[in-house]
Structures are given as structure tokens and as C-alpha cells.
């Protein structure tokens, strides 16, 4: 049995959930999310409480039960709150900055002999702080898509093993090797 996906999810107040064939619909203040159900798992929408149920006990059954009922938690914590990511650029002379004509444009400089531009979806707004380090928050109300962009924005250059430069999370720990001459 999912001990996950036995817990109901609550609906806070300001979140309308609407289940139509197998798409379940969640609006919020934030902004609008829906997702395919797949499989034979059943969704029962009470007054302020969404259950998670599956029809058969087999192996895919058991494993998308628990998942949906996070990506359903996901989507009312998202419309409702939102979610964060903060990335932090380490290097002699990384910069980030916003594009002055549209917010959506993230313009970074991380070493390379050109800089490199990103556009980011609608639903993520951006903000750039220049510390020690120049940090980048990300937030939206969708924590895939915003998982994914943070992902993208890291592995442009990901943090390297000797000295550490690159773009990693906040509080990521990075294993440093020791050079040649640590012998």
C-alpha cells in the first residue's frame, strides 16, 4: 500500500478543483494547472479534500497512485503559494542580468567568449540579486516547469569538481578533488 498516496489532499479555500474525464483542472489565485490521469486510478473530489484512489492492486497501479496524488499536492501548493529556486553563479567575472526591454530574457555571462540569453516561460518570473555571488530566483506556480528551467540554467555550466566554478543551487554542496599537486 502507498502511504502517500492513501493521505487525502486538502483544498484550501481559494483553490477551485474541477475533475472533467481524466483531466483534473486546479485553478488558483497564481494561475490555472491541469493534468491526464492515466491508469485506473480514481479521483474523488469531496468539499475541501481530494482522494487518491486505484482500482487494481497490480505494479503500475501502486507506483502512478502515489504519484499522482503528489502531482495533484503539487498543483494546489503551486496555485495557492507558489514555489522558488535559487541559483548562485560562482566565478571571476559571472554576471547575470535581466534584459532591460522584456523580463523574460535572462542574459548570462559565465566564462564563455559570447553570452548567452534565455527565454523563460510566461508563468516564471525572474530576479536577479547581485551579492558576493550573483544569485538568480526563479518563481512560478508550476514546480515542473520550473524544475526543468533550473536544470536547463545549471547544466549551461555546471559546477566544476576542483575549484568549484559554475552555476549550482543555493546550499548545494559541491565535492571539491584536490589538484595534482595535493601529493
Given at each position: ?30 494561475g490555472k494547472l491541469n493534468q491526464e490521469i492515466i ?124 575549484k568549484g566554478k559554475g552555476i549550482r543551487y543555493i ?13
Open positions: 500500500m502507498s502511504r502517500i498516496g492513501n493521505i487525502p489532499v486538502l483544498i484550501p479555500n481559494n483553490v477551485f478543483v474541477k475533475k472533467q474525464d481524466n483531466i483534473i483542472y486546479i485553478k488558483g489565485p497564481l491508469g485506473d486510478i480514481n479521483i474523488i473530489i469531496n468539499h475541501n479534500n481530494i482522494i487518491v484512489k486505484r482500482k487494481h492492486n497490480d505494479k503500475k497501479n501502486r507506483a502512478l497512485h502515489g504519484l499522482y496524488r503528489m502531482l495533484i499536492y503539487n498543483m494546489i501548493k503551486g496555485v495557492s503559494n507558489g514555489f522558488k529556486k535559487k541559483l548562485e553563479l560562482i566565478g571571476v567575472g559571472f554576471r547575470a542580468n535581466i534584459n532591460n526591454n522584456n523580463n523574460q530574457i535572462l542574459n548570462l555571462n559565465i566564462g564563455y567568449s559570447h553570452n548567452i540569453m534565455i527565454k523563460l516561460p510566461q508563468s516564471i518570473t525572474l530576479e536577479v540579486k547581485m551579492d558576493k555571488n550573483p544569485q538568480i530566483i526563479l518563481k512560478s506556480y508550476d514546480k515542473q516547469l520550473l524544475g526543468i528551467v533550473a536544470a536547463k540554467i545549471r547544466s549551461l555550466r555546471k559546477p566544476e569538481p576542483y546550499n548545494e554542496y559541491v565535492i571539491k578533488k584536490p589538484g595534482k599537486s595535493a601529493k
